[in-house]
T-cell receptor
């Protein structure tokens, strides 16, 4: 069972570079989200999507772009990387909250911006 | 704006002792989740609490939800070393912003012999 798959697992970027973090799920979940995890701050929501073609901003959206062209994929784009974006990024997917089920998380991408 | 606060943030326990982690949130919701994270790993779902008064138990862990007080607790009974991890609560703003899951800061639990 693949679940939620994130790539890459590790990445080092130079300041100003752009890149895309990939996230794919095979559970036919409508909801997908991106979080960043920094020490002492828990997980903070970057962007989320409630279905293909629909995205919205979370708590810390600046510097990131998303799109959702299919149910399965929800890539996160860093437009111009900054050292403040050094973090661990998690993608999650779930059914709509009315179904009362939890979100499933990918294994994370550890990003370092130098 | 929904805020989720956990306390304590760090907890050092001795084996066989009991303790409780608290999760407070600031706006109406009746969807609360508990997750566990081992160092360097992803998050693993522990409990899904969907209504006022909900109580779930798994082994030495028991979670409860009081929506009137906007409070959830995670009670640890007779702690063992294997429970050492970081525990997160998360609240879903499903009434008007479904899919927007907001997390607490996490409680880092260390169980020592």
């Amino acid at each position: 069972n693949a679940g939620v798959t994130q790539t890459p697992k590790f990445q080092v970027l130079k300041t100003g570079q752009s890149m895309t973090l990939q996230c794919a799920q095979d559970m036919n979940h409508e909801y997908m989200s991106w979080y960043r995890q920094d020490p002492g701050m828990g997980l903070r929501l970057i962007h989320y999507s409630v279905g293909a073609g629909i995205t919205d901003q979370g708590e810390v959206p600046n510097g990131y772009n998303v799109s959702r062209s299919t149910t399965e994929d929800f890539p996160l784009r860093l437009l111009s990387a900054a050292p403040s974006q050094t973090s661990v990024y998690f993608c999650a997917s779930s059914y709509p909250p009315g179904r009362g089920t939890e979100a499933f998380f990918g294994q994370g991408t550890r990003l370092t911006v130098v | 704006e929904l805020k989720v606060e956990q306390n304590p943030l760090f907890l050092s326990m001795q084996e066989e002792k009991n303790y409780t982690i608290y999760c407070n949130y600031s706006t109406t919701s009746d969807r609360l989740y508990w997750y566990r994270q081992d160092p360097g790993k992803s998050l693993e779902s522990l409990f899904v609490l969907l209504s006022n008064g909900a109580v779930k138990q798994e082994g030495r862990l028991m979670a409860s939800l009081d929506t009137k007080a906007r409070l959830s607790t995670l009670h640890i009974t007779a702690a063992v070393h294997d429970l050492s991890a970081t525990y997160f609560c998360a609240v879903d703003m499903w009434y008007n912003q479904g899919g927007k899951l907001i997390f607490g800061q996490g409680t880092e639990l260390s169980v020592k012999p």
